[in-house]
């Protein structure tokens, strides 16, 4: 199989996982009763956790594309 396909498949389970886990543990400062940024939207996150959101999306990832190349490599899947 070609690096390529490899590298995009990731990429792909990669995004798809970061894309499930964003709205997750999301808290308004209006829900968690802290003073909101007088810029702020009044819908925007208090702390998103985006840089723990995206690694573990990395591992989930790399798991799930563990699984997806050895069924490449067994002949259960065609690319």
Do not use: C
Request: hydrophobic share 60%; glycine share 8%; proline share 5%.
């Amino acid at each position: 199989m070609h690096w390529v396909v490899l590298a995009g498949a990731y990429v792909i389970l990669w995004f798809l996982v970061l894309q499930i886990l964003l709205p997750i543990g999301i808290k308004s400062p209006h829900e968690t009763g802290e003073a909101a940024h007088a810029l702020a939207d009044s819908g925007a996150p208090g702390n998103p956790h985006i840089l723990r959101k995206a690694l573990f999306a990395s591992v989930v990832a790399a798991v799930l594309w563990l699984i997806f190349y050895a069924l490449v490599y067994l002949g259960y899947v065609d690319v």
